[in-house]
């Protein structure tokens, strides 16, 4: 019944090392997104995918890319990640812009 | 610019008492209102949501909201609290208008603790 899955739920990476966390969703849904979480704060927008069609947030870091090969799937790309990564990412989707978003468990990100 | 303000970073209410979360939203066009939970290390999961019609809206888990729109205001209820309902609530915000690229604007979040 999961609708939008998250893996892995935990990652350890060290400091500039390349790291990949992945999202699926089982809803068929236009739009998928990606958060970043701090401790005891709002989810935090880096950008989103209409279709195929990809939108950064003008404040995303370009440590930040991601990919969505088909409707199924995207994945966020940390390039080299530094201790200030260090946050729980969140992957949504939504039927369309502005509609209810649904998100997945998370994947928590520890950097050394 | 949309925007969203909860008043109260920390609530705490007795077991059994009313539960009472406020937000306060600016937004240019007709909202769409949201009130997610987030329960330690999980996502975010949607409580309830207004989008058009009925101005009192009803969730999971015995929550409520009702949209006042000349208060500008979309506070969350739930009658008596339970142990299981300690978590962080956040209201979002959308100005859905069809141009492909609305955003929810979540928020800071508040922290509800129930006191045995």
């Known amino acids: 019944d999961a609708m939008v899955i998250q893996n892995p739920r935990y990652q350890v990476t060290q400091f500039g090392k390349p790291v990949t966390l992945s999202c699926s969703q089982t809803l068929n849904h236009n739009v998928m997104y990606w958060y970043q979480q701090k401790s005891s704060q709002a989810p935090k927008l880096l950008f989103h995918y209409y279709d195929k069609d990809f939108n950064n947030e003008a404040d995303t870091p370009d440590n930040f890319q991601s990919r969505r090969p088909n409707t199924s799937f995207c994945f966020l790309d940390i390039r080299s990640p530094g201790l200030g990564d260090a946050a729980m990412y969140l992957c949504?989707?939504?039927?369309?812009?502005?509609?209810?978003?649904?998100f997945g468990p998370g994947t928590r990100l520890t950097v050394l | 610019a949309q925007s969203v303000t909860q008043l109260g970073s920390h609530v705490s209410v007795s077991e059994g008492a009313l539960v009472l979360l406020r937000c306060n939203y600016s937004s240019s066009v007709p909202p769409y209102l949201f009130w997610y939970v987030q329960y330690p290390n999980q996502g975010l999961q949607l409580l309830l949501k207004?989008?058009?019609?009925?101005?009192l809206v009803k969730g999971i888990n015995g929550f409520e909201a009702e949209f006042k729109k000349s208060e500008t205001s979309f506070h969350l209820t739930k009658p008596s609290a339970h142990m299981s309902d300690a978590a962080e609530y956040f209201c979002?915000?959308?100005?859905?208008?069809?141009?492909?690229?609305?955003?929810?604007?979540f928020g800071t979040g508040t922290r509800l603790t129930i006191i045995p």
């Open positions: 207004y989008t058009t019609g009925a101005t």
């Open positions: 979002a915000v959308s100005d859905r208008r069809g141009f492909g690229n609305e955003k929810l604007t």
């Open positions: 949504a989707t939504s039927r369309e812009t502005g509609d209810t978003q649904y």
